[in-house]
């Protein structure tokens, strides 16, 4: 393959979790992180419905619960739950970023907003060596941000997490391919925080994505459970 296009074809793979162009929003800097923090152990994940209730794997015993804070909002919320029985406990918070442009129960291509939904959780990598991952950690420096975006986006990708959107499991998650075609996006990962929206990811802070990668466990079938709100509680 030319040079040009494999250049060309590993930028189509970040194209869904990073942005030099992209708006710098609001700081997650202050926001507190402990909200849906359950006042009792509940046997559902607090905030979600029964539309994607029902979506999570009755074996999966860890979700990630990323609660939006508007439509078009590109802050967030980011919960880790771990089940003991039959009831959920919250484990970690943090604030974090979404889509710059919100969210989407559509996401396509180049939309700047990430989708709703629940997906699983199956690979991880980055540019850094693997910190103890649970998951199957692919290092490359093929991960690294181009240098030509904004020097606060240079480490986005030093840690990530493949959200199972649009991709193949089972492969690094800057796999290129997309099983239902290109204009469904893909590429859309958790990864490192840079303090604002991202094209279509969710961001959190490195010591967050230290603490997932050793704690999500493909034996516990993690999955993401994703969105704003109002869409989460439908």
């Not at 929003?25 to 006042?39: I, M």
């Amino acid at each position: 393959m030319a040079a040009t296009a494999v250049l060309a074809s590993f930028l189509t793979a970040l194209s869904g979790c990073g942005d030099a162009e992209g708006s710098r929003g609001t700081g997650a800097t202050g926001r507190a992180a402990s909200t849906h923090a359950a006042t009792a152990a509940p046997t559902r994940i607090p905030g979600v419905g029964d539309g994607l209730q029902r979506r999570i794997p009755s074996d999966s015993r860890q979700v990630v619960a990323v609660y939006g804070e508007g439509k078009d909002s590109a802050d967030s919320t980011v919960v880790l739950y771990t089940k003991h029985g039959t009831t959920w406990q919250r484990e970690r918070g943090w604030a974090g970023h979404n889509g710059k442009k919100g969210w989407t129960t559509d996401h396509h291509e180049d939309d700047d907003r990430s989708p709703v939904g629940v997906f699983t959780l199956s690979d991880a990598g980055g540019v850094l060596p693997d910190p103890g991952s649970e998951l199957p950690y692919t290092r490359s420096a093929a991960f690294a941000a181009p240098r030509w975006w904004a020097k606060s986006y240079w480490h986005d990708f030093d840690y990530v997490i493949a959200i199972d959107y649009n991709r193949v499991k089972g492969t690094p998650p800057n796999d290129q391919t997309r099983p239902e075609g290109e204009k469904k996006g893909g590429g859309i990962w958790l990864h490192m925080d840079h303090g604002s929206g991202t094209s279509a990811c969710v961001s959190v802070p490195e010591r967050a994505m230290r603490y997932l990668l050793r704690t999500l466990d493909p034996r516990q079938r993690p999955v993401v459970v994703m969105g704003d709100r109002a869409d989460l509680a439908a």
